[in-house]
């Protein structure tokens, strides 16, 4: 069982930075692959970034590349999404997500076994 906590969101101006940070609950944390989605209203949840259990491996969805970064600290059960260069259409609600598997197939919402509540960022333009 793990348990994920998102923080950090907020206002920002367009051009500006935020960091968003996911706490994790449970023995098991270091063995998850860990997953940022974001969701604004009115359109599904997309998948925007992911972490392998060790940190080695990132993957990133081609609207964000070169802007955000994801990293984890798995001594503080702790993974950040370094956010650059915001834009207004990276508005929404992000989630953290765990699942077991790497791939882009995996990077789906059935493809993850936990979710936390979500943290709303607000890009202003």
């Known amino acids: 069982q793990v348990q994920l906590v998102e923080s950090g969101g907020g206002l920002e101006q367009a051009g500006g930075s935020l960091r968003l940070s996911c706490a994790a609950s449970?023995?098991?944390?270091?063995?998850?692959?860990i997953n940022w989605f974001r969701q604004t209203p009115g359109k599904e949840r997309e998948f925007v970034a992911a972490?392998?259990?060790?940190?080695?491996?990132?993957y990133y969805t081609d609207s964000v590349k070169g802007r955000f970064t994801i990293s984890r600290d798995n001594a503080k059960n702790t993974v950040y999404l370094q956010m650059n260069s915001l834009k207004p259409e990276d508005t929404g609600v992000y989630y953290c997500?765990?699942?077991?598997?790497?791939?882009?197939?995996?990077?789906?919402?059935?493809?993850?076994?936990?979710w936390g509540k979500g943290t709303l960022v607000t890009v202003s333009s």
């Open positions: 972490i392998s259990w060790s940190g080695s491996r990132s």
């Open positions: 449970g023995r098991t944390f270091s063995t998850y692959v």
């Open positions: 997500a765990a699942g077991l598997n790497w791939g882009s197939t995996a990077f789906s919402n059935s493809g993850m076994d936990y």
